[in-house]
């Protein structure tokens, strides 16, 4: 059973940086990838960026160039190192896994973590 804890959110002023971790466990396959969805509030969850095993990645237009997603493969921890965060980037921000190659459509996802909230404020 794959199993996925996400930390690091918090709140921060805008302009400012955070990352966000998601310790993984359970992986029984190696053809996998993981990525960050965010949901704010009254919208639906959008897809953030993805990354294969191969580090292959993949990240939604609107935050090419400010949020980075990396993985520590000996420490099975993916991560997403944000910045320049403006209030539009305030969401719960949910790591998933799935057996597939990047992707940011969440139907393609089979586990998913609980979430961390990340406020930005102006």
């Known amino acids: 059973q794959v199993h996925l804890v996400e930390s690091g959110g918090g709140s921060v002023q805008a302009g400012g940086s955070l990352r966000l971790s998601c310790a993984a466990s359970?992986?029984?396959?190696?053809?996998?990838?993981m990525a960050w969805f965010r949901q704010a509030p009254g919208e639906e969850r959008e897809g953030v960026a993805s990354?294969?095993?191969?580090?292959?990645?993949s990240y939604a237009d609107s935050v090419k160039g400010r949020l980075t997603i990396s993985q520590d493969n000996a420490k099975n921890t993916l991560y997403l190192q944000m910045s320049s965060l403006q209030p539009e980037d305030t969401a719960m921000y949910y790591c998933?896994?799935?057996?597939?190659?990047?992707?940011?459509?969440?139907?393609?996802?089979?586990?998913w973590g609980q979430g961390t909230q990340v406020i930005v404020s102006s």
């Open positions: 359970g992986f029984t396959y190696s053809n996998r990838c």
């Open positions: 998933a896994a799935g057996e597939t190659s990047v992707n940011l459509d969440e139907s393609v996802y089979n586990f």
């Open positions: 990354i294969d095993s191969g580090g292959i990645t």
